[in-house]
């Protein structure tokens, strides 16, 4: 994907993020997870204030990012931080509803969604979204599911000092966001793809040279043809599909491919 177009996704995302914060969450006082949550507690519990506490605590993950994730991550990251912050100075914090429970949930879709496309386009909003991409490279699990367990950690501890109702809230919220940043970042879903081509030497050199995946190669035979052809298996993302459907094509246009969602993977499969 082309660089510009890239930032210019990030650039737009980044202030959706700002407007569910200032529109949806902010005004009924629903609260954040993650490091500016954690910054929130102890700028309670310390003379020191918030702010340097964000900064503070940001610092080891923005460098494990840098280490784990690479320099366009991190610089990723850090414009989409910067102009989240810029767009919630002008962004008005007037709530379109007095109904806390709905502004929740809608400014749970709307940030998740946001986040869900930046995340896509190889960056993030800071914070536990690092650690969390960081884990994933390790476990496959939902991107979604861990960063709600790493936040309810925090607003179950920022409901020490908080209303529990706001706690609650929060969670939902959080809740919310988790699960649509799943259905947009969708790494962790693993597909079996099987290919039956004619143009098996073609095809296999052509997915070799694209995909980091082994691919076994079958020998086969049309049962009311006779012609013999390849059969090709390979395990891929959901990502690489997008990879791999235009090869095919183009290649073949005429084999027969089958995409099914797989439930494990073991054994030596490439997880980054």
Same mark, same amino acid.
């Given at each position: ?12 995302? /980044? &202030? =959706?993020?700002? *407007?569910? *914060?200032? #529109? ?7 609260? !954040? ?24 605590? $940001? &610092? ?24 989240? /912050?810029?767009?919630?100075? +002008?962004?008005?914090?007037?709530? =379109? ?8 949930? *809608? ?17 993030? !909003? ?5 650690? /969390? ?17 790493? $936040? ?16 609650? +809230? !929060? ?25 039956? !081509? ?7 050199? $052509? ?16 049962? +009311? ?5 390849k059969v090709m298996y390979t395990v891929i993302s959901r +990502? ?10 183009? #290649? ?21």
């Amino acid at each position: 994907m082309n660089n510009v177009y890239r930032i210019l996704i990030i650039f737009v995302a /980044s &202030i =959706v993020v700002g *407007f569910a *914060f200032n #529109v949806f969450l902010l005004p009924h006082e629903v609260l !954040t997870g993650g490091v500016t949550g954690l910054a929130m507690v102890f700028g309670l519990l310390t003379p020191v204030n918030t702010g340097y506490w964000i900064f503070l605590l $940001n &610092i080891p993950i923005l460098i494990l990012g840098w280490m784990k994730l690479g320099k366009m991550f991190i610089g990723n990251s850090i414009f989409s931080v910067f102009i989240t /912050s810029v767009s919630m100075l +002008y962004i008005p914090v007037v709530p =379109v509803t007095n109904d806390a429970l709905l502004s929740s949930v *809608f400014g749970g879709v709307i940030a998740g969604a946001a986040i869900g496309v930046i995340i896509r386009n190889y960056g993030s !909003t800071g914070g536990f979204d690092v650690v /969390s991409l960081v884990l994933i490279k390790r476990w496959d699990v939902p991107l979604g599911a861990l960063i709600f367990a790493l $936040n309810s950690g925090v607003v179950f501890i920022s409901g020490f000092f908080f209303a529990w109702e706001l706690a609650m +809230y !929060t969670m939902a919220s959080i809740y919310i966001t988790g699960l649509v940043i799943d259905r947009i970042h969708t790494r962790h879903i693993k597909l079996n793809l099987m290919v039956v !081509t004619t143009r098996g030497d073609e095809l296999k050199k $052509n997915l070799i040279a694209n995909l980091y995946r082994g691919i076994t190669v079958m020998d086969g035979e049309g049962a +009311y043809s006779g012609t013999g052809v390849k059969v090709m298996y390979t395990v891929i993302s959901r +990502y690489e599909l997008a990879i791999v459907r235009p090869l095919i094509k183009e #290649v073949d246009p005429n084999a027969f491919v089958s995409v099914s969602e797989t439930v494990e993977v073991m054994g030596n499969f490439r997880r980054d």
